[in-house]
């Protein structure tokens, strides 16, 4: 399970605390204006960024700044769109939890910036609003990059040391956790943003307690803490209220952590950000793990891995790579349009110049077409290329959840027959499982040793569970090195799912799964045979209970874009047996 560490959205005009008292007379001065013009847009725009991010559950925001937006539109008035572009994008993605849409408000906004010099300083809002999107789809070596570009900016330069520190944090890196959100609260402290001291010392507090530091850790919690009650922070009350759960929990304190977790969940149901409301449930089912509470850990767990599914999933990653990806393109054909013009523009002269110029300004424009057509190809190229990676991810990213759902299951079974101390053993081996799980599954290939080593836990586990009715095997071929050959993670175990769950589950005794690795002509050839009940049985099983493999059709799916990718013949071919299935999946044969 992974830490949660708190990251702000940035509206258009930065919040400034000393400001906030006057939010209440700038609503009446807007409501008695009489004019159409940009102070009027202007003055929307302060009143969203003194009174917007206080008030996150107000559900007229997007009507508001849709209307600032079109305001500006109607002025042509650039500055105003920009602002109100990311205002938008911030309702949609913090409010409303749909950063597809905010991302094309944030690109935008960021598009207009580029047109004047002056509007850079605005970057910085939609950058870092585009960054926490990848953030929060926990894409972190896309947004590591945006939030170092940010240092740039040193109006806002607390914010990026932070969310650097974050990511750092996030991979349990402590030391460069520590030092970047240590400079951004001196950096908070120079400025006199109390919202920013507020999150980074609550993410400090959380770093230091993991890190085993528990008075500094304990510290930093009690001081954010406080501070959301004296200066009614109430954008950050629920992720701060998270961190102090995960605090209190390394201290030992589980009521405490318990209370802070549950006060955390109650709270973010009025906010509607999925995001937060998944931290909640990740934190308080740990904390009921921890206190031995298992059904309630298992409940919580499950609706916590069922939203985590719908909002960091591989279709998501997709499409925002896909938006990044066009946004891109469109930008370098509207600079190529634009030299296509300045090159006719050019040639125009050139006529008026005389026939020789002529010849040698046509001369020139055929020259710089064919280069145009050259470029257009090759930034097709590598748009495809792109793309296909990008769906390789998010179907290896699939398999995630699919796995984790699953292995819950067996998990239950054991709560429900009151066997807690089987259930306590089974969540201890499950751990193990799900981190070698998730340390693979952002890779492209892993070793076969690595991969060897993952079916074996799992297999232990799923034949624990079904009380050593069946048994299993893998060998590898002398000429193979386990610790050399490279392969995709997770490729053969939704086969050995389907040969447990569909094959061997109605099997009292006697069942045994068969996996062996060799290679043929290049080709390293995967087998997982097992002696079932065989498809036939099984397809009627599934009929009945209505449940299907999603995992093998991820599989297949996974193989036909390495197929696409590298120019590769991999395959799976399904064999029915007497007595069993056997699958042969066959992959070209890659070395580390």
């Known amino acids: 399970m992974k830490t949660f560490f708190t990251a702000i959205l940035l509206v258009g005009c930065y919040i400034s605390f000393g400001q906030i008292q006057v939010a209440d007379s700038l609503q009446n001065i807007i409501k008695n204006y009489k004019g159409i013009d940009t102070t009027l847009v202007n003055l929307r725009q302060r009143y969203v960024a003194n009174k917007m991010l206080q008030t996150p559950s ?94 740039a900016f040193p109006q806002r330069k607390s914010n990026s040391l932070s969310n650097i520190g974050n990511i750092f944090g996030l991979r349990q890196q402590t030391d460069s956790a520590v030092y970047y959100f240590k400079a951004s609260i001196k950096e908070a402290e120079h400025t006199g943003d109390v ?45 701060v209220y998270i961190n102090a759960a995960e605090v209190y929990m390394h201290s030992d304190d589980l009521e405490k952590a318990e209370s802070y977790a549950q006060a955390s969940l109650n709270a973010v149901k009025s906010l509607n950000n999925l995001y937060t409301e998944t931290k909640s449930l990740q934190t308080l089912a740990k904390i009921q793990e921890k206190k031995g509470d298992y059904q309630k850990a298992l409940e919580n767990f499950k609706a916590y891995t069922t939203l985590n599914d719908s909002l960091i999933n591989a279709d998501l990653k997709v499409e925002i790579s896909r938006k990044e990806i066009q946004y891109e393109a469109d930008k370098k054909e509207a600079l190529a349009l634009a030299e296509t013009e300045r090159q006719r523009a050019i040639k125009n002269a050139f ?10 300004s046509l001369f020139a424009f055929v020259l710089y077409r064919r280069k145009q057509k050259a470029d257009t190809e090759k930034k097709d190229a ?37 066997d807690s101390q089987a259930a306590s053993d089974y969540l201890g081996k499950f751990a193990k499982l799900m981190r070698m799980t998730l340390e693979n599954s952002d890779k492209k290939a892993i070793t076969l040793a690595e991969d060897i080593a993952l079916l074996k836990t799992y297999l232990a586990i799923e ?7 069946f048994d299993f095997d893998i060998e590898v071929a002398d000429d193979l090195d386990a610790d050399e050959v490279l392969l995709p993670p997770m490729l053969l175990q939704p086969f050995v799912e389907n040969s447990i769950i569909h094959g061997l589950s109605t099997i009292e005794k006697g069942g045994k799964i068969n996996i062996s690795f060799e290679s ?68 070209p044969l890659h070395s580390a």
């Open 382 to 418: 590598e748009f495809k290329a792109t793309v296909a990676e990008v769906e390789l991810k998010a179907l290896r990213a699939q398999m995630n959840p699919h796995f984790i759902f699953n292995s819950l299951n067996s998990i239950g079974d054991y709560i429900l027959k009151n």
């Open 351 to 360: 006529i008026l110049g005389g026939g020789g110029i002529i010849v040698t």
């Open 58 to 151: 107000d559900t007229t925001w997007l009507t508001y700044n849709l209307k600032t937006l079109s305001l500006a539109e109607q002025l042509n008035y650039e500055k105003g769109k920009l602002l109100a572009s990311n205002n938008v994008g911030v309702v949609y993605h913090y409010f409303l939890s749909d950063p597809l849409t905010a991302l094309d408000y944030y690109q935008m906004a960021y598009a207009i910036s580029e047109t004047n010099p002056s509007f850079k300083r605005y970057q910085f809002a939609s950058l870092t609003n585009m960054g926490l999107i990848h953030y929060e789809q926990e894409d972190f070596d896309k947004a590591l990059p945006i939030f170092k570009k940010l240092l």
């Open 520 to 587: 043929q002509n290049d080709e390293l050839v995967c087998t997982v045979d097992d002696n079932g009940v065989g498809r036939r049985s099984a397809q009627t099983s599934i009929r009945v209970n209505g449940k299907s493999s999603k995992g093998v059709a991820i599989t297949q799916n996974r193989i036909d874009v390495l197929n696409n990718t590298n120019n590769a013949n991999g395959l799976i071919k399904i064999i029915d047996k007497d007595a069993g299935t056997k699958v042969i999946v066959t992959l």
């Open 463 to 469: 034949r624990k569970r079904f009380e050593n009715t």
């Open 195 to 239: 919202l920013q001291i507020a999150n980074v010392k609550s993410n400090l507090g959380l770093v230091q307690a993991q890190a085993g530091r528990l008075d500094e850790g304990l510290a930093n919690t009690s001081t954010s803490l406080k501070m959301i009650d004296s200066l009614d922070l109430e954008m950050l009350r629920v992720p």
